[in-house]
């Protein structure tokens, strides 16, 4: 079972799942006292001025950032499912399994229903004659998945959550699930995946799925609204990590989860060397070949060296903590 072992080992140096304790927290992320780590850095170019980023191994302003990341995921959105699969063969789904293991959503889904109607079953017998629906501020299991795409991540949650089946029944869904992204094509892919798969019930009639255009760094949803807050494959992308990490915090209901997945830095040095010939040789060819766009491939290998390890972002998020 060499290829199982393998693949724990790399699962376990790409994925750190972390929980964020809760605090009650002023909504405007701008007032808290931790300093971006975007706006550290300075560049060597002497094109770019004012505070930098890095763009892959591009310094770039941190207003540029933003753009041109958009403009990768614009250029991917048609091809970036089957592309994951060439590029990991197959892993991926691997990594998104665990990560929907880690948040206990199918077991957490189970027990609520069950709940609930117990809960409808007993107000029946009792006449009672309040309103079966369930509005959707009072969903029992709130899910955001952040930088969610084409819905890989969120499609896993609404399946474990049985939602499809629940949509045969009237009244909203006990369990609602978020997809949001900054980039509008990712997001028109991952609806239109998303009713093919399931068709429209989930949309019109339960709402237990819905597919919002909105920035990590300040995300469109009022404070206290999620139990769980999922990220994969996304916080490298975004321009202000720590900004991110406190509009989690912010959206966040106290007891929520946050769990990201992420692409980070192997500890092992012939697999880091292995690793980097296929990231750096074969990564940016597959792009070219399969979805006839190299740099864009060239960038996300590049962002993934980019971005900061395992225990550093661990550490920042206990800082965050630390200071609200
Ligand atoms: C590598 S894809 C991951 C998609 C999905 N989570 C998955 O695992 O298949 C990264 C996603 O992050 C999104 N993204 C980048 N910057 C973002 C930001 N500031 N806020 C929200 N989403 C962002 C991109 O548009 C893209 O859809």
New binding site residues.
Partial sequence: MASTSLCRRIAATCTRTATLPRRSLASSSSRLPFSSAASQETSSSPYVSGPTTHFGYESVSINEK?GR??Q???N??ND??VM?DFMSAGL?RYW?DELLRMTGVGPMSKALRRRASMKYASDLNNNNDDDDTIDDSKALLSIL?????????AFRFVDAANCEERSKSSGKDEVNVTV????P???RVGESRARKRYGSALFDETCALKFVE????C?PFEDNSFDLY?????LR???DVDM?LRDALRVLKPGGRFLC?EFSHVQNVPLAQLYDIYSFHVIPKLGEVVANDRDSYQY?VESIRKFCTQDELVTRMKQLVSKV
């Fill in positions: 933003e990341v958009r990768v995921f614009e991917v959105a970036y499912d994951n991926h998104k998945d952040v930088a969610g795409g084409t819905g890989d991540v949001c992204d900054i980039n094509e990712m997001l909105g920035n990590a760094q995300l999922t990220i994969a494959f996304g992308n975004v321009t991110a997945l996300l």
